[in-house]
């Protein structure tokens, strides 16, 4: 290295990297392992939003977790159908963010829902995007004074008793969601531009979810 400012060429690749990675914050992962089996996870809040209680959310061992052996379920078969239990990491306010989870619907007679919750301002106010396997659909939603208005959605097959992937990336107003790997919906929208992450249900969905990542887009 010279010391009047020139830099040796082996210390540019660090240089750039530094650089890209400057103000992004790294991705977090909860995979639930250090909970305990029959608590509810730390560092997590559950809401009633909709209508009816909030979910009973407790640690479970599963033998085909994606990561380790602790997986989250919704475990309250309530069957009101306004009913939205959801789960709000305590930590952390994002406006632009990459979100994902994986999630596994085991039962349900009236939905087999399994959803990320993202800019969760209080419980009713926020966004959602979920995947449905008794439609076979995946939606995008605003909550708004507790009403869940869809604004975008694509038709896919959701298996019951199979895990899959769901993932938001938003940017703006910008706000694009993705099924298994495959981006469904490209959708724009400006009522809310920050608050939490968490996770999400429907009625008497019992749906299991593991490795709910988050970062900065």
């Known amino acids: 290295m010279r010391f009047s400012g020139v830099l040796l060429s082996s210390s540019l690749p660090m240089l750039l990297a530094m650089a890209a990675g400057y103000g992004q914050q790294q991705p977090k992962t909860f995979n639930f392992d250090p909970d305990a089996v029959g608590k509810a996870p730390a560092g997590f809040t559950s809401y009633a939003t909709g209508g009816a209680p909030a979910g009973k959310w407790v640690v479970t061992e599963m033998a085909d977790a994606p990561s380790g052996k602790h997986v989250v379920v919704q475990t309250d078969a309530d ?7 959801v789960l709000i990491a305590d930590s952390g306010e994002y406006g632009d963010l990459d979100v994902s989870m994986k999630a596994k619907a085991i039962s349900g007679k009236i939905d087999q829902g399994m959803g990320l919750v993202f800019r969760f301002r209080d419980p009713q106010s926020y966004y959602i995007v979920r995947a449905n396997a008794l439609e076979n659909n995946f939606r995008l939603y605003r909550i708004v004074k507790g009403k869940r208005l869809q604004f975008a959605g694509a038709n896919v097959k959701v298996s019951s ?15 694009t969601c993705w099924f298994d790997g495959k981006q469904l919906i490209d959708a724009h929208d400006k009522t809310y531009t920050t608050g939490k992450i968490g996770l999400w249900t429907k009625a008497d969905s019992v749906t299991l979810f593991d490795d709910f990542s988050y970062g900065s887009s």
Request: glycine share 10%; charged share 30%; no cysteine.
């Open 79 to 85: 069957k009101t159908d306004t009913r939205f239990p």
């Open 161 to 175: 008793g199979q895990w899959h992937t769901v993932r938001v990336v938003a940017k703006g107003d910008r706000i």
